[in-house]
């Protein structure tokens, strides 16, 4: 009569608890990182409209100089955006018939094809008179008014993308092509 060897017939058993806890603290943990960059990377590229619209807004700007001989000043202050008052996470068509500065954002009449989350601002000033600053902390560092020999004009876009209270600026100028960010992806 053949003899069976039970040592040979082992049974495998499942997962203890320990190493499933273990396996499901990783995958949160992962997914939590991946949330976390993708949600970063979602506010950072809001920066494109900004972008955009200070480079519309450049070209609006050459474009009234070419014929005016002198940039438009169209915002009241630094600190007056438009076409909202309070820039947050709701997006806003570019025309807004109210408002102390839609005539002149009218005449200026920059390319704006989509609803926008910022809000925009641009300060212009004849030769020899001082640049005026963003209601940023960015001190871009503009020359002295004696220094500044052409007509000038200053874009400021602002915006709280993620409605935690953190405003984004951008800052651009006639001066060059440069663009001064703070709090980019806020």
Not at 63 to 74: F, I, K, N, Q, S
Not at 136 to 159: C, D, N, R
Not at 163 to 177: H, K, Q, R
Request: charged residues 15%; glycine residues 8%.
């Amino acid at each position: 009569m053949p003899t069976v060897r039970r040592s040979a017939c082992r049974v495998s058993r499942g997962f203890t608890l320990t190493e499933l806890m273990v396996v499901v603290v990783i995958v949160g943990v992962l997914a939590a990182i991946g949330v976390m960059t993708f949600r970063k990377h979602v506010f950072s590229s809001r920066s494109v409209e900004a972008l955009a619209m200070i480079q519309s807004i450049r070209v609006a700007q050459e474009g009234w100089r070419a014929e005016h001989m002198t940039y438009l000043d169209v915002s009241t202050t630094m600190d007056s955006t438009y076409p909202m008052a309070t820039p947050g996470k709701t997006l806003h068509h570019w025309i807004q018939s109210s408002g102390a500065d839609f005539a002149r954002w009218q005449l200026l009449n920059p390319s704006a094809p989509n609803p926008v989350q910022f809000g925009y601002t641009t300060k212009a000033g004849p030769p020899f008179t001082a640049m005026v600053n963003p209601s940023s902390g960015a001190q871009p560092g503009w020359p002295a008014a004696a220094q500044v020999t052409e007509p000038w004009y200053v874009i400021q876009a602002k915006g709280d993308t993620n409605a935690d209270g953190t405003f984004a600026y951008f800052v651009a100028a006639s001066l060059n092509g440069e663009v001064f960010r703070e709090n980019e992806g806020e």
